[in-house]
C-alpha cells in the first residue's frame, strides 16, 4: 500500500482528482468505481473545475459507484443517487446510461446485486475504484463482522455507521437500516484503489490500518492490504496518529 499525506483536506482532493483525470487521460473509457460520504466531495469540485477549465472528458468514461441506502429511492435527497447527480454528474459530460448506482429499491434486489456484477465484468472490470472509510474501518458499506461477504449483496449497518452518518438525515432514525453495496471481492478485482480519508476523526482508524499489515474481517479496510496497487492519500488531521 502506497501512502501520500498531504498537508489539507483541499490538497487531499486536489491529489486524489489528479490521479484520476491522469487515468481518465490515458484511458478515456475509464471504468470508475466512485464512493459517496464527506471525505471525496472536494475531489468532485476538483474534477468538475477540470472538466470546466481544463476539458477533462468524461464523455466515455463508465462509473459504478460502491453503495446506496436500501428503501431510498433515486429522488430521495439523501439517496446516494441524489448525492452523486447533485455533486458531480450533472457538473460533467458523463452520458447517463454510463452511470450506474446500486438500487435501493428493486423488487428483486438479489438479483439486482447479481446483474451489478455481472455488468461490471461485462464492460472489462473496474479499473480504478475510489474509497472512502468508516471509522470502524469499513470501506463501501462492508462493516466489520465475523465473515466479509464477496460479491454485491445488502447488508445491515452498525449502529456506529448510522449514528456517523446521521449528519446528513438530521437524526437517528431517519438513517435506513440496511444497504446496498459491492462486496469485497467486487472491490478488490478493481485494477487500481485510491483511498481517501480526512481529519482527526479517522486518525485512528487510519493509523490502525497503515501499522498493521495483518488481514481481519473486524476492519474490512484491511483486506486492502492483499491488493496489489492501492494508493491511499490521507490529510495531516487523519495522519495525526502514525
Ligand atoms: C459511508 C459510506 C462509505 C464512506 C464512509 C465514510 O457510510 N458508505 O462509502 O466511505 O462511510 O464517510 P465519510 O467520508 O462521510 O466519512
Known sequence: MKTVIEETYEEMSR?????????????????????????????????????????????????????????????????????????????????????????????????????????????????????????????????????LITETHVTILTEETRMANARFFGNLNNVPQKAVTMGLGTIMKAKKILLLASGREKAVIMAELLSDTSVTTRVPASFLHLHPDTTVIIDREAAMEL
Open 15 to 147: 491529489t486524489a482528482a489528479r490521479m484520476v483525470a491522469e487515468e481518465i487521460r490515458r484511458k478515456p473509457s475509464l471504468v470508475l468505481g466512485l464512493a459517496t460520504g464527506g471525505t471525496p466531495l472536494g475531489m468532485y469540485k476538483e474534477l468538475i473545475r477540470m472538466h470546466r477549465e481544463e476539458g477533462l472528458d468524461f464523455s466515455e468514461v463508465i462509473t459504478f459507484n460502491l453503495d446506496e441506502y436500501y428503501g431510498l429511492s433515486p429522488e430521495d435527497e439523501h439517496s446516494y443517487h441524489y448525492y452523486m447527480h447533485e455533486n458531480f454528474f450533472k457538473h460533467i459530460n458523463i452520458k447517463p446510461e454510463n452511470i450506474h448506482i446500486p438500487s435501493g429499491t428493486a423488487t428483486d434486489i438479489d438479483k439486482f446485486c447479481e446483474e451489478y456484477d455481472k455488468e461490471i465484468q461485462r464492460v472489462g472490470g473496474i479499473d480504478l475504484q475510489v474509497l472512502g472509510i468508516g471509522r470502524n474501518g469499513h470501506i463501501g458499506f462492508n462493516e466489520p463482522g465475523d465473515e
